[in-house]
């Protein structure tokens, strides 16, 4: 059973049209991360959130904004999406000290 | 942050072991190791993680030098499907969380 959902699995939107990727989880898990990964690179976090605590990476663009309206749920804003903002998109939760992060299979986003 | 540096690519044949190198040398005496694994289009997935004793599950062991700046992952047995692009992961601590920092991975090929 997948325990990390993201939703849609493909993405497609217009340039500079706001676009929202979703990503739940079944786990209880207290921490989310949203990684950002281009074609032949490795995934690049964009931000974390430790319950309601927010951690931004340093150089995350201001276009890109999160939400976590509850444990379950966490949201990536593209606020303007630019052709260099095409990527899969992937979140993953965690809970503990000691443990692994589980992954979801990602969003494909293409900016048209 | 703790930086990892891997092989760009490695092969093996199908059968025997493969051995996946990992450079972590600025690593903090807190930060764990974690590897992860990321077949084409889907999510990373969690293979095993480490501080400083070598450890082993029922997909690959994991082996740590004493001074802790260097790692190994085994896959004892390297089949078809363990064809995949292998990450080292520093797990970095913050004020109240973690975060994964992935290295820029090793693509291994397993041959027939």
């Known amino acids: 059973d997948a325990m990390v959902i993201q939703n849609p699995r493909y993405q497609v939107t217009q340039f500079g049209k706001p676009v929202t990727l979703s990503c739940s989880q079944t786990?209880?898990?207290?921490?989310m991360y949203w990684y950002q990964q281009k074609s032949s690179q490795a995934p690049k976090l964009l931000f974390h959130y430790y319950d309601k605590d927010f951690n931004n990476e340093a150089d995350t663009p201001d276009n890109f904004q999160s939400r976590r309206p509850n444990t379950s749920f966490c949201f990536l804003d593209i606020r303007s999406p630019g052709l260099g903002d095409a990527a899969m998109y992937l979140c993953?939760?965690?809970?503990?000290?000691?443990?692994?992060?589980?992954f979801g299979q990602g969003t494909r986003l293409t900016v048209v | 942050d703790a930086k990892t540096t891997q092989p760009t690519s490695m092969d093996c044949a199908e059968g025997r072991a493969a051995n996946l190198p990992c450079n972590h040398s600025?690593?903090?005496?807190?930060?764990?190791v974690y590897w992860y694994r990321q077949i084409h289009s889907q999510g990373p997935q969690y293979i095993i993680h480490?501080?400083?004793n070598n450890e082993t599950n029922e997909m690959a062991s994991l082996i740590i030098t004493e001074d802790r700046k260097s790692s190994t992952l085994i896959l004892p047995h390297a089949t078809l499907r363990d064809t995949a692009v292998y990450y080292c992961?520093?797990?970095?601590?913050?004020?109240?969380?973690?975060?994964?920092?992935f290295g820029s991975g090793t693509r291994l090929l397993v041959r027939p």
């Open positions: 992961i520093v797990r970095v601590r913050m004020d109240s969380s973690y975060k994964l920092i």
């Open positions: 786990l209880n898990h207290n921490v």
């Open positions: 993953a939760s965690r809970t503990g000290l000691n443990t692994e992060a589980f």
């Open positions: 600025t690593i903090s005496g807190n930060e764990y």
């Open positions: 480490g501080l400083k």
